[in-house]
């Protein structure tokens, strides 16, 4: 399994992703997290990622794609994996493309989490409040960016792996293992997508 989990800001793609780890034992690999633990850490990296993110604004590609192919090239061929907030560009597409076919990797499937704007404004509403869940860009203005840079820049991608016919929809309101029934079928080729 060689995944990429889509979605809208709060769709609930990190949830989804931790339930397909805990039952495949896929690598997972969020490049929020990454860029978060960076600037906790206080590494190059997240200096240069901070002002992007506290703004609610894309980080430039190079220094996503940085850290997904370092991560990838360090797996073993056979261990499937999770992209988790990556690619959100068609460029970051492209590059994870070229570099997946230099390793002899594809793709198995893109598995968009389909929730309305209205909901993912409420769950955004309700991380915020939740201490444990809470995250420096949860709040009003840092999320209208973020909304606004899924629209103009990460939607287009839907369109790309539908030509390529690997996007997966799944409704993404609902319990969340509801939803995940619906993505473990997707994620294990059972949906005809
Ligand atoms: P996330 O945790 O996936 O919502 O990502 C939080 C923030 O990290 C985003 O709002 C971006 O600023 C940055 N980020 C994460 N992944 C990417 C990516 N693939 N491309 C550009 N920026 C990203």
Request: aromatic share 6%; charged share 25%; glycine share 8%.
């Amino acid at each position: 399994m060689r995944i990429v989990l889509f979605g809208a800001p709060g769709a609930g793609k990190g949830t989804q992703a931790k339930l397909l780890v805990e039952e495949f034992g896929l690598f997972h690999l969020s490049t929020g997290d990454v860029l978060r633990q960076a600037i906790e850490d206080r590494t190059e990296l997240g200096l240069q990622a901070q002002g992007f993110m506290n703004r609610g604004d894309l980080v430039p590609d190079s220094l996503v794609i940085a850290i997904v192919e370092n991560a990838i090239l360090g797996l073993e061929s056979q261990k499937g994996f999770i992209l988790d907030g990556f690619p959100r560009t068609l460029n970051q597409a492209h590059e994870l493309d070229g570099f997946l076919a230099q390793q002899k990797r594809n793709l198995s499937c893109v598995i968009s989490l389909e929730v309305a704007e209205e909901e993912l404004v409420k769950r955004i509403a309700m991380r915020g409040n939740e201490a444990q869940l809470r995250r420096a860009d949860d709040n009003v203005e840092t999320v209208r960016s973020r909304f606004k840079a899924f629209e103009t820049q990460t939607l287009p991608l839907k369109h790309y792996y539908a030509q390529k016919k690997i996007l997966c929809e799944v409704d993404g309101i609902g319990s969340v293992s509801v939803i995940y029934k619906a993505v473990r079928m997707a994620a294990t080729g059972q949906t005809i997508c």
